[in-house]
């Protein structure tokens, strides 16, 4: 498992990405599979950025993005200390309705939970931690 430290800023989001492709090339993941991981790392990095610290104007604000590469697929954590929040308890938009007609707000999570092979939480030691699985491509 490999480990890393990031501020949790909007601007830092390229830094995350470039670490979890370089990683993931390292470890024989082929190019084409790195857009779908990419775009969900994007969406929780991007909302922890945005709201984990909001409320909270001590301390560093940070996110520790670990990744763990098996045979066949890789985990990848993003874990915070930021208010606690569970992204999964959100409930899915309803994606048969227009924009015009459904509630703002869930779409990203939602496109995350579609696209990941399985999403977790949970929350240890004052930290929210979101761990993303994807499954290697056969």
């Known amino acids: 498992m490999v480990r890393a430290k990031f501020y949790a800023e909007v601007s830092e989001l390229s830094n995350v990405i470039d670490y979890i492709n370089e990683t993931l090339e390292k470890n024989g993941w082929e190019k084409k599979e790195m857009p779908v991981i990419d775009v969900a790392v994007e969406e929780i990095f ?19 993005v670990s990744l763990e590469t098996f045979d066949d697929h890789v985990e990848i954590s993003l874990e915070d200390s930021g208010i606690e929040y569970n992204p999964l308890l959100k409930e899915d938009p309803d994606v048969t309705l227009s924009a015009q007609e459904r509630e703002i707000g869930g779409l990203g999570i939602y496109m995350v939970k579609k696209s990941m092979d399985d999403v977790t939480y949970k929350r240890v030691d004052g930290k929210n931690i979101l761990t993303l699985k994807k499954n290697k491509s056969k």
């Open 46 to 64: 991007v909302n922890i950025a945005l709201y984990a610290y909001e409320k909270i104007s001590d301390g560093e604000s940070s996110v520790v």
